[in-house]
């Protein structure tokens, strides 16, 4: 069982964890020291290398860090860094963790995190403890190494507070060892007052030979120490390194020097910035479902953060499939466990059964025709989605289509995941293989085609930010309400291209997650009703740059769009309406304040 510190200051110490590397040691010895230990999942790339590929090695790492998740006093930091810079991002998260020591392991993560300057050692935000192993958490015997300074205090806490059987502390000074030097006379009435220290003074020159001499017998050696570049090229100066390398026992050299973290550069300035940014944001806040399939480990992150969670189905005339989408769902994520608090059908006014078959499964269904009728009627999903957040009660708010023929639970406990693992995360795209019918044969990956022909082309052109999304258009997300009743809804096939835009206008791409669910097979629609789905997803994308420029591009003559039809007396054209129109956020309707008044009150 792992103690609690009784003698220290440390509220918080960081670990970074790298992959294939057990920081098991660091972990423990962090536990005797702090109440609360913070893994961070750090994986250095090249500068030449692209990030994106290291998608895979974070998830894996995400695994090993799993297991060290469960052990007491424990939590990791939701999002892996992968960077060419990771010193950098080990700078940014102790600026946002704000821990009291980080534990650096010497010298292969110094190395591997680049941190092999003095400057960036120093810069760091925190005090710092560099372990070269073997480093007990319940060390017996321990030499604390003092000579005075500004890292004294620091390394005679952590000393007390791994609460050794005997606690050397060796003062070497000049003249015979006489403690009169104003750094160490600070301490000197605490050494007094802990019997349990054993004072040894040292007097004479060869600083390293000394505690060599009387580092035999000891579990553990600390000693502070200043990063500078030494005559010699070494990082520590020329005692502290020796010690590093020689000293018979485990060792801890600690650093106390605190400066502020530095401010975060803009990634967003430039063509290389702009690639760095979305192969990083690729690399880590890309998911597979199959890291949230413990629904007992996601049931109590939910029940930890108290939300609540709503899965609302639109739906128009899917008899065939909706039955068996709410059957396996509510059988898996709400008999099981106890994940979801609801399940809400929005229907556009179904000709076949689909309602019925609905409620039969126990879903709660509405026509979304039907709903805030003083606004009026429209047609498309978008208007449904708008809807549901009227008529479900959850935090977080998941949809998925009901035309999944392969339904699985993880089409839900994929996109829920990310949100429960990481508050930062506002919204989680799905996506997957889609395999596309061709006659009797199904070609693999061949759907999507409106994805890769339209939006993402799009995306990249105007909003690059968004370019690493696997499929924008994907109908399986889920989003915090929070978010969600900020931001307005298209009615049409573009609400999913503009909750992508308005997201990350309001919140930063790092707001944004995804997912893969693996393979999804559903029907697929004719090229005609592509063409309509394209033509919808492009004004929603000029919409949103005639925001941003405040420039209009489009009039209404150019929302209608001219199919070509062919008959037996050949070709001919053929009007249709088809413009894309937004719903408002809808925390601005009264309705919806009524039956969320502390949402409406926040929002007045």
């Given at each position: 069982m ?40 750090v ?6 290398e ?13 695994g ?8 007491p006093?424990t939590?990791?930091?939701?999002r ?18 704000a ?20 400057e ?10 560099l ?20 890292n004294?205090?620091?390394?005679l ?5 791994l ?17 009169t030097d104003?750094?160490?006379r ?36 600390l ?24 000293a ?8 106390a020097?605190r ?9 967003r ?37 108290g939300?609540?969670?709503?899965l609302?189905?639109p ?7 909706v ?7 509510r ?11 609801e399940i ?12 019925e ?11 979304h ?30 949809w998925?289509d009901t ?8 089409f ?5 995941g ?11 795209k799905?996506?997957y293989r ?9 070609q ?28 924008p ?24 291209t ?20 693996m ?36 009039d ?8 070509i ?16 129109l ?23």
């Amino acid at each position: 069982m792992t103690r609690r510190p009784l003698f220290s200051s440390l509220q918080r110490v960081l670990v970074p964890v790298l992959r294939g590397r057990s920081p098991l040691e660091s972990v423990r010895l962090a536990q005797a020291l702090t109440a609360e230990t913070v893994l961070l999942g750090v994986i250095p790339v090249a500068e030449e290398e692209t990030v994106s590929r290291a998608a895979g090695d974070a998830r894996r790492l995400r695994g090993e860090m799993r297991q060290l998740d469960l052990l007491p006093q424990t939590r990791m930091c939701p999002r892996v860094r992968v960077s060419a810079y990771p010193w950098a991002e080990l700078r940014e998260v102790i600026g946002t963790e704000a821990p009291d020591l980080t534990l650096l392991e010497w010298p292969d993560q110094v190395v591997a995190l680049g941190l092999g300057h003095p400057e960036k050692l120093t810069e760091l935000g925190c005090d710092l403890a560099l372990i070269r192993g073997p480093v007990p958490d319940s060390p017996q015997r321990v030499l604390v190494a003092l000579r005075g300074g500004p890292n004294a205090e620091l390394v005679l806490r952590l000393a007390l507070a791994l609460r050794p059987e005997q606690l050397d502390v060796l003062h070497i000074g000049p003249g015979g060892g006489s403690p009169t030097d104003d750094p160490y006379r600070g301490l000197e009435r605490v050494l007094g007052a802990l019997p349990q220290v054993n004072v040894i003074r040292r007097g004479g020159e060869n600083v390293a030979g000394t505690i060599l001499e009387m580092a035999p017998g000891h579990d553990l050696l600390l000693m502070g120490v200043s990063a500078r570049l030494g005559s010699e090229g070494v990082l520590l100066g020329p005692i502290a390194e020796e010690m590093m390398r020689q000293a018979p026992c485990g060792v801890i050299s600690l650093m106390a020097e605190r400066r502020q973290p530095a401010v975060p550069y803009d990634a967003r300035v430039g063509a290389r910035a702009i690639s760095i940014l979305v192969d990083k944001w690729f690399a880590e806040n890309t998911f597979s479902s199959d890291e949230f399939a413990d629904l007992e480990r996601l049931l109590a992150l939910k029940q930890a953060q108290g939300v609540t969670i709503s899965l609302a189905l639109p739906a128009l005339n899917e008899e065939e499939t909706v039955g068996k989408v709410i059957r396996t769902v509510r059988r898996a994520l709400m008999d099981d466990v106890p994940l979801l608090d609801e399940i809400v059908l929005l229907d556009s006014a179904s000709a076949d059964r689909t309602r019925e078959i609905a409620a039969q499964e126990g879903a709660r269904v509405y026509v979304h025709q039907d709903l805030l009728p003083d606004y009026g009627a429209r047609a498309g999903k978008g208007e449904a989605l708008w809807k549901s957040l009227l008529v479900t009660r959850g935090d977080i708010i998941a949809w998925i289509d009901t035309d999944i023929v392969n339904i699985h639970p993880r089409f839900v406990y994929g996109i829920i995941g990310p949100l429960l693992l990481d508050p930062r995360v506002q919204l989680v795209k799905g996506f997957y293989r889609r395999p596309l019918r061709v006659g009797d044969k199904i070609q693999v990956g061949g759907g999507g085609r409106v994805t890769e022909l339209a939006a993402r082309p799009l995306l990249n052109l105007f909003y690059p930010e968004l370019s690493g999304i696997v499929q924008p258009l994907s109908g399986e997300y889920a989003g915090r309400r929070s978010s969600l009743e900020q931001v307005p809804f298209f009615s049409g096939y573009g609400v999913e291209t503009g909750l992508l835009i308005d997201i990350l206008d309001r919140f930063g791409l790092s707001a944004i997650a995804q997912v893969d669910l693996m393979e999804r097979i559903h029907h697929n629609q004719p090229l005609e009703a592509l063409g309509k789905m394209s033509f919808s997803i492009i004004q929603v994308v000029v919409s949103r740059l005639e925001a941003r420029t405040g420039q209009p591009m489009l009039d209404e003559v150019n929302k209608s769009m001219k199919m070509i039809r062919h008959n037996r007396r050949g070709f001919f054209l053929e009007v249709e309406e088809i413009a894309e129109l937004d719903r408002p956020p809808m925390i601005h309707i009264p309705e919806y304040q009524k039956r969320n008044p502390s949402n409406g009150e926040s929002a007045a």
